[in-house]
C-alpha cells in the first residue's frame, strides 16, 4: 500500500467516507487492554482523541505524544492527543481539537477532520471516540510539561508493514490479554492507542 503522494489523503476520505461518530463503545472490536468480559464500572467518562496524519511529501507520518510519568491515568505510555470531554465542547471533534491545542500546541488550523474511526473503551472507563485528522505541515508545537514528556512522528509505511505489527499477552487480573505493540526507535507503541491503530490502517487497506 503506498501511503505517499498525491493520492494519500483521497485515501484516507474514500476510507472513512460516511463515518459517523460511534455510538456503541461496550463491544470489544479490537484487541487492547481489557480482560474477556471485562467492563469498567460505570459512568464511564466520554473522551476524544485525534488521529494526526501529517501530510509530508516524503511520506505520511502519525504524531504521537509519550505522556509524562506524573499523569494518573497511563503516565509514560505513547499515546494520540486528546482528552475529556467538558461542558462546553459540543462534540467529539470539539474535545479532540481543543485537547491537541492544549496538549501539544497545534492549531487546528492546520488540521482538515476526515472521519471517525470505532470507538473505544479502556480500562480506566473512558468511552474514545478516535477523530481522523490530516495535518497540514508548516505547524509549531508547544507541548505541555505537565502532560506531555515527548512529540514524535511514525512514519506511516512503517506501521503499515506487517512485520512491524506484533501480537502480545500479558497477565491482567489472572487471564492472559492479547494487545498490540508497534515498536519503533525505542517506543513502545501498545495497548488503547496501538489497538485504533490498527483499525485505522486495516480501514486504509479495505478503501485500498
Known amino acids: ?91 467529539p471533534v470539539e474535545t479532540a481539537l481543543r485537547e491537541t491545542e492544549e496538549e501539544i500546541g497545534l492549531d487546528r488550523r492546520y488540521v482538515e477532520v476526515l472521519g471517525f474511526l470505532q470507538g473505544y473503551l479502556t480500562i480506566s472507563g473512558y468511552t474514545v471516540t478516535p477523530v481522523v485528522g490530516l495535518v497540514t505541515p508548516g505547524f509549531r508545537l508547544q507541548p505541555d510539561p505537565l502532560e506531555v514528556a515527548e512529540i514524535f512522528e511514525v512514519p506511516l509505511q512503517f506501521l503499515a508493514d506487517p512485520a512491524n505489527r506484533q501480537l502480545r499477552e500479558r497477565d491482567l487480573g489472572g487471564q492472559k490479554v492479547a494487545y498490540y505493540l508497534f515498536e519503533f526507535e525505542g517506543h513502545a507503541i ?19
Do not use: C, Y
Open 1 to 91: 500500500m503506498n501511503l505517499s503522494g498525491g493520492n494519500f489523503p483521497e485515501l484516507i476520505r474514500r476510507s472513512l467516507k460516511g463515518a459517523a461518530p460511534p455510538q456503541d463503545f461496550s463491544p470489544r472490536r479490537a484487541r487492547g487492554d481489557l480482560p474477556p468480559g471485562f467492563m469498567p464500572k460505570p459512568p464511564w467518562k466520554p473522551a476524544a482523541v485525534l488521529v494526526p496524519i501529517v501530510n509530508r511529501p516524503a511520506g505520511a507520518s502519525l504524531l504521537l505524544t509519550r505522556r509524562t510519568e506524573r499523569l494518573q491515568d497511563h503516565a509514560g505510555q505513547v499515546s494520540f492527543p486528546g482528552g475529556g470531554r467538558e461542558q462546553g465542547d459540543r462534540d
Open 190 to 208: 501498545w495497548g488503547a492507542t496501538a489497538a485504533m491503530l490498527v483499525d485505522f490502517l486495516d480501514t486504509l487497506v479495505g478503501a485500498a
